[in-house]
């Protein structure tokens, strides 16, 4: 599993409310992945980083923000959140070779479940 | 636009007879597929692979074709487990893609009867 913890894993909080979520891996993965989780859409990119302070959008970044500052842990914020981004967040990293990991395969956390009311 | 489509929501099998889940992609770039399970509450996790440049891989119960002219991959599972009871997503990438991202399709959920 790439030793990948995500926290919180439960959150419940209030519309326009800043919430962060982290993850946060063991290896030295230089690539890392922000998803939700929706019912009929299945896994959709938020955000990712190819390293140190190097991120770039993904399919549904309208809303969030990221920040790496390290190798080990990748942040992903909600700057102001809405109820439709309660969600399921799972955090990935890509599988490096030279760690001994299946290459071009992704590796997922156990997820953090946020509820925005 | 979804890239990468599963169209049966949901599947039932007994047990011992075969799985097949399908998947459909519309991006000629995508080179390499992937498919994952994930049980309620747990992140998805990866269960086999497959190139392009091959058309069968297999591991165990589990095999995936590939069909590149009919952008079509399959995933056998045989014979299926009550444990083998999970939804399944199909994921595709691009050796060209930024970041070698991953596009997923929306999952099946799939009920192995006892």
């Known amino acids: 599993d790439a030793g990948i913890t995500q926290s919180p894993r439960h959150k419940v909080t209030e519309t326009g409310t800043p919430v962060t979520l982290r993850c946060h891996q063991t290896?030295?993965?230089?690539?890392m992945y922000w998803y939700r989780q929706d019912p009929g859409h299945g896994l959709r990119l938020i955000h990712y980083s190819y390293g140190v302070k190097d991120t770039d959008k993904g399919e549904v970044s309208d809303g969030y923000s990221v920040s790496r500052s390290k190798t080990e842990d990748f942040l992903l914020t909600l700057e102001s959140a809405t109820s439709s981004q309660t969600s399921v967040y799972f955090c990935?990293?890509?599988?490096?070779?030279?760690?001994?990991?299946?290459?071009?395969?992704?590796?997922f956390g156990p997820g953090t479940r946020l509820t925005v009311l | 636009d979804q890239q990468v489509k599963q169209n049966s929501p949901s599947l039932s099998v007994q047990e011992g007879r075969i799985s097949i889940l399908n998947c459909d992609y519309t991006n000629s770039m995508f080179d390499y597929f992937l498919w994952y399970k994930k049980y309620p509450a747990e992140g998805p996790t990866f269960l086999i692979s497959i190139s392009s440049i091959k058309d069968k891989n297999e591991d165990g119960r589990f095999t995936v074709f590939l069909n590149k002219s009919a952008k079509h991959l399959s995933l056998h599972i045989v014979p299926s487990q009550p444990g083998d009871s999970a939804v399944y997503f199909c994921a595709a990438g691009g050796s060209s893609g930024s970041a070698r991202q991953l596009t997923f399709g929306s999952g099946t959920q799939l009920t192995v009867l006892p």
């Open positions: 990935a990293i890509r599988g490096d070779p030279g760690l001994g990991a299946k290459a071009d395969t992704q590796y």
């Open positions: 290896e030295n993965h230089r690539y």
